[in-house]
């Protein structure tokens, strides 16, 4: 099992950033691949970005290449998210995710957290 809990949502305006949090505990291998997914309001989830916990090696969706940087502190158990540039098309609800298999791929993550809401006024 593991638990992830995420933060550092917030309401920020177009062209501001923030960085998300998501806190890992459990079993916490560091062969697991981890990513932050996100959902607008009446939209699908959407992939955002994956990172292996072992070795660092990063991918970002193309939406938000440039903007948006993954990244872990393997000390803390902890991923996160830095959101430069915000869009109000960044508006969503921003899930972290566990594939335990280490796969790198954009589905099939087995573990999520609750999610944290982030909103960009324009």
């Known amino acids: 099992q593991v638990q992830l809990v995420e933060s550092g949502g917030a309401l920020v305006q177009a062209g501001g950033s923030l960085r998300l949090s998501c806190a890992a505990s459990g079993r916490t291998f560091s062969t697991y691949t981890w990513a932050w997914f996100r959902q607008a309001p009446g939209k699908e989830r959407e992939f955002v970005a994956r990172i292996k916990w072992r070795g660092d090696t990063t991918f970002h969706a193309d939406s938000v290449k440039g903007r948006f940087t993954i990244s872990r502190d393997t000390a803390k158990n902890t991923l996160y998210l830095q959101m430069n540039s915000l869009k109000p098309e960044d508006t969503a609800d921003y899930y972290c995710?566990?594939?335990?298999?280490?796969?790198?791929?954009?589905?099939?993550?087995?573990?999520w957290g609750q999610g944290t809401q982030v909103t960009v006024s324009s």
């Open positions: 995710a566990v594939d335990v298999h280490g796969g790198w791929r954009t589905e099939g993550y087995d573990y």
